[in-house]
């Protein structure tokens, strides 16, 4: 690594850290242990790189401390899976930003995942049925094979438009060899997405938490980490059965 990719690589680390040791102190534990490891790897290629004794030995210091410290959630959040104890809050303030689908649901996605299942009554709209293409879309780009997703949604009797997109969504996914199971009901209220790893994520608003976009050409119409949100709250739990029988 060129020299010149240092301050840049370092940077990088320190921010990701500093994300890290904010979820943990606000006990998001799942969350911070993704960002520890990203930062840990982002030092390690720093310390690879830099040339001067001191600095290596600064940087090793540092390393162990955040692998330490990693270690130690990781033994905590697996203790409360065990004891099936585990349960995360997070608060989406109104107007606020940063919460994305890849934000708030990667960190649940990278154990294995291979089924996914959609609880949410309101798929039925223009505006819903991009936000259920975008997490379908988000769950193709993260490093997890998902084969199935199943969605339980309400039946809009007064148009033909969500059952046209949910087919061509449908077909879509089919191409990317993940089969999409569709069904509908009358009684549906409550919102939950459960993975198949055993992670369950309850969002009050369902995925419809992001605001109208204040224009088609205002930043947070394309990038949805810079779209302001509607409050809402986010609670994740982990099981060991998540699967249908």
Not at 82 to 105: C, N, P, R, T, V
Not at 186 to 198: A, L
Not at 209 to 236: A, M, N, Q, W
């Amino acid at each position: 690594m060129a020299q010149d990719f240092l301050p840049g690589m370092e940077s990088s680390a320190i921010s990701v850290l500093k994300r890290a040791v904010e979820l943990d102190h606000n006990s998001r534990f799942q969350e911070a242990l993704v960002c520890y490891q990203e930062g840990i790897q982002l030092l390690m290629h720093v310390l690879k790189a830099v040339k001067d004794d001191s600095k290596k030995g600064h940087y090793r210091e540092k390393i162990k401390g955040y692998m330490d410290r990693a270690e130690q959630i990781k033994d905590h959040v697996n203790k409360l899976k065990e004891e099936g104890k585990y349960h995360e809050q997070i608060k989406i303030a109104d107007s606020s930003i940063g919460f994305s689908y890849e934000s708030l649901f990667k960190p649940y996605i990278r154990d294995g995942l291979t089924e996914v299942w959609v609880e949410d009554a309101y798929v039925r709209h223009v505006h819903q049925l991009y936000n259920f293409l975008r997490f379908c879309e988000m769950l193709l780009k993260c490093q997890c094979k998902v084969k199935t997703i199943h969605l339980l949604t309400s039946q809009d009797e007064n148009s033909s438009q969500q059952t046209s997109a949910l087919a061509e969504i449908k077909q879509s996914l089919q191409s990317q060899n993940v089969c999409l199971d569709i069904q509908y009901s009358s009684t549906i209220h409550d919102r939950e997405i459960r993975f198949d790893n055993g992670w369950i994520i309850k969002i009050g608003r369902g995925l419809d938490y992001f605001k109208k976009p204040k224009g088609r050409f205002s930043v947070g119409y394309c990038d949805y980490d810079l779209r302001e949100c509607h409050e809402t709250t986010v609670d994740i739990f982990h099981t060991k059965h998540t699967k249908k029988a």
